[in-house]
């Protein structure tokens, strides 16, 4: 019988047996191939351990899980294959959303079936796929969240990280529309051809929204830059 779930804050001295926890939990999971050797990975939670909160799950003294966080973020959790579907995972995300009840978002792999499905039934929302282009394993990954005990104000906040980019790229596509206008025969006359694969280019990246409603995004932020570059 294995005793009593311990949780406490992990030591430099932890530093082997999280990645072998890691190492193990990662191989056993429907997850994308390591793209770093071993011992680059040991390395690297050990440097990661000394920076960042960790926390460990201990059972008969040795490291069963381990749950890695930094500031909104939780960036590993992960148990011992050999301890699956005991607890151990719901321990050590419970305690992620007692240290951050704030609220805290994760990556987790869409190949990852069994995590997502955990994660869902935590409570913690689906927030954004992407297409692996931006991880290392290149690999499609989805952006999930636990909105903590202000659910409102912690969505909005993310919402104001993405429309802090959304400005920035408005105000260089307006910059480019205007570059554009003196070269054209008739700046006038619109190019709706162009305008409509622009849209259908956009529409591939925004399944979600729906090709009509992309156009006509499209349309007034084309509208708005034309009409900025005429002051
Ligand atoms: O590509 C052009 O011809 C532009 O003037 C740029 C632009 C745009 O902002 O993308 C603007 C107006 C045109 O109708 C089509 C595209």
């Known amino acids: 019988m294995p005793t009593e779930l311990v949780l406490r804050e992990a030591t430099s001295l932890d530093a082997h047996d999280v990645a072998s926890v890691y190492l193990r939990a990662r191989r056993a999971a429907p997850m994308p191939p390591a793209v770093h050797p ?7 939670l050990a440097v990661r351990l000394q920076s960042d909160e960790v926390w ?3 059972d008969d003294r040795a490291v069963v899980g381990y749950a890695r966080l930094t500031e909104a973020w ?5 148990v011992d294959p050999s301890r699956a579907g005991q607890g151990v995972g719901s321990a050590l995300l419970d305690l992620a959303k007692s240290v951050r009840p704030d609220g805290f978002c994760l990556w987790v792999f869409e190949s990852n079936a069994p995590a997502r499905a955990f994660y869902a039934r935590h409570g913690l929302l689906a927030l954004e796929r992407t297409d692996g282009s ?7 990954d989805i952006k999930m969240a636990w909105p903590g005990a202000q659910p409102l104000a912690f969505l909005r906040g993310l919402i104001d990280e993405v429309d802090a980019q959304l400005g920035d790229l408005l105000a260089r596509r307006a910059a480019l529309t205007r570059a554009v206008q003196p070269l054209k025969a008739d700046p006038t006359q619109r190019d709706l051809t ?8 956009l529409a591939v990246r925004a399944p979600a929204l729906g090709a009509e409603r992309i156009e006509r995004i499209v349309h007034a932020i084309i509208t708005e830059s034309l009409d900025a570059a005429r002051t």
């Open 38 to 44: 071993d011992d680059d990975v040991r390395r690297w």
């Open 56 to 58: 460990v799950a201990e």
């Open 74 to 78: 939780l960036d590993d959790l992960y």
């Open 134 to 140: 931006a991880n290392e394993e290149r690999t499609p």
């Open 194 to 201: 162009r305008e409509h694969q622009i849209a259908a280019a």
